[in-house]
């Protein structure tokens, strides 16, 4: 069994990565770490009452070093940056849910967090937790950033087409998260009687998962990102709306996609759904061809804990442990 | 009191038209129209009991035009073309909630809406009911096709600054509607558990209400819409990705909604929520002009059953018969 | 017009009673109260621009008698019984939305509400302001208690019935709530993420609703009142089994609604449904007669801040000052 | 690895079976059948695309009995009855979800379902799939017969403590379920803008769970079963209010519980909520004692598609397989 550590177990990534850690057969959580430690896990969260004894404890590297083979972070952005470094230095493997180590820009990473970074000698090793992308890198690495759960949703379908698209005109993605996006943390906006029946944009063009899309694309294209908030709790929708620069084939681009797992290439005229990939690991999308505008028009669907977060985070783990990368993540969608 | 008829009166537009017409003080429905008519509207629609003895009946409009000063169609597109010929030679006033007699471009209707139009030779009479633009003419018309719910969140913000666009690219318009929009019909995708917790795009690029905006807006720019349903019921969000072709202020342009009674100008960095629209005859709307990309994106929000159809054909009658255009429609936001 | 105070007038309850006289011809808000005063309610509460121009302020009782009528209370309890004594002094009617007036016995308001009561002397003066059974008495109330929103939902069907119950055993009454019953306050239960597909009941037994109902059945039955929240914004469901103690005609019983203009008596094996009173100030029932087990079952329901609050808040007011009690009410329930 | 067969693969209960199985390490699903067979699975059900390669079949017992190990029916009630007799012809055990070999007494069977039984000759070796209590006969069952979803948010609670209720009055059971429970057929009341923010009570005193749930326990209380449907897609609250008859201690009678893997006593003054349980196996219930009234008030929580039908059989499964009771189903509740 390979032992796991989870530092933020109590935030809603942390909880999701182990809830789906409860059903993969190598795999055990042996050390859950939160501010308030000293609480059985499932005292705090009555969910996980029964499935498992992990009691909380406070941050000590040296004791998860002891007991962890691996150690996952689930913590809001600047929050990890200063804890890896220890964890790194008592030589644990980490992956980090979080954004602190995806950026290799520093620059873009003080304009869109608000903080220098802590640990820049640490960007050079991280390994972008992207598995179809990256999966060589992740085998061996000591440092995994999982992506972000919208850069998720839209570097599947825009990677392989990037180099067909013009560069005169940014790619304009207008993506919707369900409310679990915006984490534990209470906000008048999120007040059940306020969000209800709402629907709102918010930090239009100053999205901290901008940088992380355009790195991602080699910085080849500009990306108009405008998020919002749905009424329901997990999954992406990402409407992407980008100009070819000539012909251009999605369908043979996206063969890439053919062996990847947890990739669902629906095909043209076919557009994602929430509800197809909620409670999995998936990302599917499928696109349409405007030919009155000379736009194409791709809807991408992703669960932003899952398939967008904890689900790509063990498939990294799956991957640099050996492991088939399905192991613990072959849940269909849950519909309904 | 003006006597009021109702064609499809069971059906959401229809509904909601006679729920708003039960607090006009002016205002009164004496006939309502169903194919199966007979039966006290209260009985087939619970909600109403108590509240109107208005019985169903089918359509004569002979009867109408005795009974009635103006008659409302509440029917899908294409089933009121065949309507309003006989309902105008017995003299009746009309105010079209559905699309037939917005198109002024047969050609379009055609593509559109799949059918030839019956009635091209009211086309010229029709006047577009979208009152701060056409309130003169609405006036005196005897025919008054109500703008389409989409068309509206988007004509509010984009007419006072289409000059300034750009036309180089279509301007993007990713929409979210709540899935009263789409009617009563019965389909396993507006199926409760299907589409709770669910988001997702339909008709991209082929939506019939493109060619109604792009009319509107003098066909200067070319509209990439993209509509999308979500997991509530009333409201759509209309988020607006717009190149502008020089120095453009919008703040200025906007200055004609001033006095605008159901238009809210929110104004740059704030942007629009269906929760504060829900259950009113509002528009709101706000911007955001990103440096970095050139782009302005604007968030309009509108009820797509009241201010988007049945609130503003309230507005209309209220116009026609010389009414303070706000009699029966002072409802702030249902907020909760 | 009746110059009409508000006194909370951002919270739920106040929000709403605001919106409801925004379509009174008769009424007009000219002064909101709250602890932070000095904004325009349209800058705090978005959804009110353009209805509405009236500026917050703070508590001044002698401001309020010279520019008020009559003042509305829209405070959770034990908050409004300090306000009302210098408001009566000052010569104001008062409509309490709150339950500070409700109960005559002041050991069962400390009992339920945890404080010792602020105000007893003014209890005797208090009428109960459930408009079918109260109207004579509220025509010239100077302070009008308006009823519990769960309360309405229990005895508009019980009271007819009460005396033909058993005494043996309590009236079990199982009431679902959406969650704007619990108001404005932030708490982790009602995060968006935690409450939506969430069922839960709380306070049973110890409901300080339960003590209101009681004494408005007139003691004559003990009520095992079993509340619950459930993932929805507006409206009471309440399924009240009751044991008869011999023959009960409950249709005859319910004779005396035929006239009442909000209370919908829908017959023997009818059964309420929320959509169809939400957004209305209607109070719908139907029942079962199990001849199995002897029980009658009826289920009621309500819109908690409407019929529950805000709009018998109207309608009492109508009463005090002669209007016709529909005056600003004749809302059909909104559905969809 | 064991075969499984699923016949009804595509209503909500076989898609949450064959999604659970997925997952399951010692199974596999090589057969699903449906009406319309021929196509893939994922075809009709996208989100089962990349997860499983199984096709739809039609019914062919002898087939069946030649690929499966074990044939899990999930079909609606009366569907079954005359399928299940070939299947055990021909040899195959088998795991029925619905409703048809629960009852014991076929004149209640026709009474609740409307139909004579098919095939009462296989009523008494049909056993009685609830996992707590008839493990020892699961074990070597050919026929299970999983209980009701309802009805097993009742028996966990309401079986340890049977004996010390009083038997004047019927146990009254409020209980309201979210709508998946009511199938995949389209209704009107299930159409998302009619039942979204919408509350309602059905079949009350008729329900089909009713003599299942007194059956189960002994017949020695009568039972007030009260269902209602409300605005979510999964999971069961259900709130039961009894007398004792002398003094009774619910939290030694719930000893019992204290090593099954699946129930979850919270103890007394802690209340089961929906949001703890969904996606999970589990059960929970707490109770609370009001000393006021006498009654003993109990509510209890499932997920009505896992651990109210897929989950339990799952159980069935690895009980009749010799496995670990937990394999394949060590789900936390999925919260958020």
């Known amino acids: 069994m390979i032992r796991i550590g989870v530092i933020g177990a109590i935030g809603y990534a942390g909880r999701e990565l182990i809830r789906l850690l409860g059903i993969h057969p190598e795999a055990e959580v042996v050390a859950a770490v939160e501010l308030e430690g000293g609480r059985p896990l499932a005292?705090?969260?009555?969910?996980?009452?029964?499935?498992?004894?992990?009691?909380?404890?406070?941050?000590?590297?040296?004791?998860?070093?002891?007991?962890?083979?691996?150690?996952?972070?689930?913590?809001?952005?600047?929050?990890?940056?200063?804890?890896?470094?220890?964890?790194?230095?008592?030589?644990?493997?980490?992956?980090?849910?979080?954004?602190?180590?995806?950026?290799?820009?520093?620059?873009?990473?003080?304009?869109?967090?608000?903080?220098?970074?802590?640990?820049?000698?640490?960007?050079?090793?991280?390994?972008?937790?992207?598995?179809?992308?990256?999966?060589?890198?992740?085998?061996?690495?000591?440092?995994?950033?999982?992506?972000?759960?919208?850069?998720?949703?839209?570097?599947?379908?825009?990677?392989?087409?990037?180099?067909?698209?013009?560069?005169?005109?940014?790619?304009?993605?207008?993506?919707?998260?369900?409310?679990s996006g915006a984490g534990r943390k209470l906000l008048e906006a999120?007040?059940?009687?306020?969000?209800?029946?709402?629907?709102?944009?918010?930090?239009?063009?100053?999205?901290?998962?901008?940088?992380?899309?355009?790195?991602?694309?080699?910085?080849?294209?500009?990306?108009?990102?405008?998020?919002?908030?749905?009424?329901?709790?997990?999954?992406?929708?990402?409407?992407?709306?980008?100009?070819?620069?000539?012909?251009?084939d999605p369908a043979s681009s996206y063969a890439c996609y053919d062996d990847e797992p947890y990739v669902r290439v629906l095909g043209e005229g076919k557009l994602a759904q929430v509800g197809a990939v909620r409670g999995s690991n998936f990302c599917e999308f499928g696109w349409v061809r405007d030919q009155r505008t000379g736009n194409l028009i791709i809807v991408s669907a992703i669960d932003n804990l899952l398939g967008g977060t904890a689900g790509m985070a063990v498939q990294c783990l799956n991957i640099m442990f050996r492991l088939d990368e399905r192991t613990g993540l072959n849940l269909a969608g849950m519909a309904p």
Request: charged share 20%; proline share 9%; net charge negative.
């Open 43 to 179: 005292d705090v969260l009555p969910a996980f009452a029964k499935t498992t004894g992990v009691v909380l404890e406070t941050f000590d590297p040296d004791k998860l070093a002891r007991e962890c083979d691996v150690v996952f972070m689930a913590l809001p952005g600047t929050q990890s940056m200063g804890l890896v470094p220890p964890l790194r230095s008592a030589g644990i493997r980490v992956i980090d849910m979080g954004p602190d180590f995806r950026l290799k820009d520093t620059a873009a990473f003080h304009q869109y967090y608000g903080a220098e970074h802590a640990a820049p000698e640490l960007l050079p090793e991280s390994v972008y937790g992207l598995a179809p992308y990256y999966r060589d890198r992740i085998r061996d690495a000591q440092l995994v950033a999982v992506p972000g759960c919208y850069v998720m949703s839209v570097l599947f379908p825009l990677r392989p087409i990037v180099d067909g698209l013009s560069t005169d005109v940014p790619v304009v993605v207008d993506a919707i998260s369900g409310v």
């Open 190 to 248: 999120f007040h059940f009687p306020e969000m209800n029946e709402n629907l709102l944009a918010y930090k239009l063009g100053v999205h901290q998962h901008t940088p992380e899309i355009e790195q991602e694309l080699g910085n080849k294209v500009m990306v108009q990102f405008s998020p919002h908030v749905g009424p329901y709790t997990r999954g992406i929708l990402s409407t992407i709306t980008a100009r070819p620069s000539g012909d251009l």
